[in-house]
């Protein structure tokens, strides 16, 4: 199992930037393919983007690309996820997940482990 745990979340204005981090411990880091979900208030768990356990290989959700990035160390067992041009319907709660690598990336089932998530907070 790996334990992952999100941070950066909070409040920002429309168009602003924030940066989300996910700390892994307990399995080797760099043995999974790590992702991004976020949940709205009311919606189901929608997939945000990923990137595989080697770092080489990032996807994202339409509606985030060319705004959103996702990165990963893995000598600091972290994986990042960069915001910018943020927009109301941004509002969520995000979460990081790891899956063994060489699956489906935007398949929620493939995802072994979670965090707790961070509160994300766009205002108008």
């Known amino acids: 199992q790996v334990q992952l745990v999100e941070s950066g979340g909070g409040s920002v204005q429309a168009g602003g930037s924030l940066r989300l981090s996910c700390a892994a411990s307990g399995r080797t880091f760099s043995n999974y393919d790590m992702g991004w979900f976020r949940q709205a208030p009311g919606k189901e768990r929608e997939f945000v983007g990923a990137?595989?356990?080697?770092?080489?290989?990032?996807y994202y959700a339409d509606s985030m690309k060319g705004r959103f990035t996702i990165s990963r160390d893995n000598a600091k067992n972290t994986v990042y996820l960069q915001m910018n041009s943020l927009k109301p319907e941004d509002t969520a709660v995000y979460y990081c997940?790891?899956?063994?690598?060489?699956?489906?990336?935007?398949?929620?089932?493939?995802?072994?482990?979670w965090g707790q998530g961070t509160q994300v907070t766009v205002s108008s």
């Open positions: 990137i595989r356990r080697s770092g080489g290989n990032t």
């Open positions: 997940a790891a899956a063994p690598p060489g699956g489906t990336l935007w398949l929620i089932t493939n995802y072994i482990d």
